[in-house]
């Protein structure tokens, strides 16, 4: 096999992308239809009245979780943001590459970040949002969790411009807790590969900046960690041979699904059964397939034209998918309730949530993501 030679955009990585897109997407709309799946990867996501039927059965089956494990997901955004972000860079020894890229970050999301935020808030104020029902009737504990409190358009603004980004906290749109770690991610991975120095001095940096990250950010610190994991693999092209390369996916497959079942309980006698461990299966395992992805692997199936289209509207799923989900797909499910919920009803469900996403992170895109980018850019020329 050729070894893959990296070229300024590397459109595999927009694919890979939203394929995680979709997958974070995917654990949202199955653990509020059915929390008992997930009792295993996310413990007390479901009420005890939960119907605990054959999906619930299959999505609790070992390993196959690694298609809608939401954490695996997001760590591979990071990965990929470190990869991606440093990768100019790590090419061209361009130290403007850095600075322009770290001014850029705050404006490149605060417009589809607020605009999030504020389809929330709509939902809310018209009452729109039939995901207390929904909740009740699947007894998803996750569900139930959100929009308990009164609507403020000030408080949604604040919310989208500042909270979400900055404190990694919304009410309004709570899957936006990674934005702080995006960006946050963004300016430790930059600041590091431009201070670097190579040999001893840059193993000894490394060590020393991975100490420091596990004490001050405790849980989160994997996620950190995984920015500069990130641009480690610019450094890791390298022809793969088919066997260890199926030994990889068995690996990043094994640890992506990682849960609280016995069959990682050697994992948590080591790093302890913590959130922390969770997150660091989860990162080790999103490491992974960025790095098959970069030395080649399924990178046909994610340069493809659906796949790098996936990619452009990736951000904008992240963004529309939860309002959609609390306020379509639960008016579906709970109008629906007098069926029995079977499989091929909620799948019907599922199409069409899913059609929805997709037609508004388009609009999204175009309207905001796209406008984001080039205000970023004028503004930090």
Known sequence: MQSYKASTKDEAADGLRGVASLSVFLCHFLISFYPLGFDKIYPNSAFDYANDGIISKILRLPLLSVFWNGTLAVSIFFVLSGYVLTKSFYETNESSILKSRIAKRYFRFCIPVLMSVLLSWVIIESGAGYWKDAAQISGSKWLGSFWNFEPSLIYALKDGLFDSIFLGHSIYTPTLWTMRIE????????????????????VIFLIISSLFICVIASDSAPYYLAFIAGFYINKCRMEISGSVKIIIILISIYLGSYDHTNNYSWIRSLFGDSIFTRNLMSVVSGFLIVFLMANGVMRTFFESKPMKYLGRISFSIYLVHFP??????????????????????IFGIFIITLVAVIFFAHIFMKLFDESSTKLASILMK
């Open 183 to 202: 960006i946050i991610g963004s300016f430790i991975v930059l600041s590091y590969v431009g201070l670097i120095n190579k040999g001893i001095a840059e």
């Open 324 to 345: 959609i989900i609390l306020s379509l797909s639960s008016f579906l499910y709970v109008k629906s309730h007098f069926i029995d919920k079977t499989p091929l009803l």
